[in-house]
């Protein structure tokens, strides 16, 4: 699926194995009970999506960007986030817990209505000092 446009489409109870997507325009789809294994995500537009009970089991999402998606019920076990963008996005009862690597590029203040593991969270650290404002200094 590189460069392909599958901007506003449906996806309903399917399931994607070792697929890659590059530079793809999923944006304004709308997907519920989609599983993707093992799967790579490069550069994908899922802009305004409606991801519903969503699994990314082992996969490597790099520079996604979810911009005002609505993410429900969505799980990440085994997967890599590298530089996503959640600027505007709504996550209800997300679980980032099992994700391998968690890297926000922007939009940190969307994770409200996720949850994290500890060792994420202070991976996150940074970014959310950052975020409010916060100045951490040992001087």
Do not use: Y
């Not at 991801?51 to 990314?56: E, G, H, N, Q, R």
């Not at 019920?73 to 996503?84: E, I, K, M, N």
């Not at 690597?101 to 950052?130: E, Y």
């Amino acid at each position: 699926m590189v460069g392909t446009n599958l901007a506003e489409t449906t996806w309903l109870d399917s399931e994607c194995t070792a697929g890659i997507f590059a530079g793809t325009e999923i944006h304004g789809s709308e997907m519920r009970r989609v599983v993707f294994h093992q799967c790579k995500f490069d550069s994908v537009n899922l802009r305004a999506t409606s991801l519903k009970d969503v699994v990314f089991a082992d996969c490597l999402l790099r520079d996604v960007d979810f911009a005002g998606a609505q993410l429900a019920d969505v799980r990440f076990p085994g997967s890599t986030l590298d530089r996503a963008r959640l600027d505007r996005a709504t996550l209800t009862r997300v679980d980032l817990r099992e994700a391998s690597s968690l890297g926000i590029a922007s939009g940190i203040d969307a994770l409200n209505g996720a949850t994290i593991s500890t060792p994420q969270l202070f991976d996150l650290a940074p970014l959310l000092a950052q975020h409010i404002g916060l100045t951490v200094s040992d001087n």
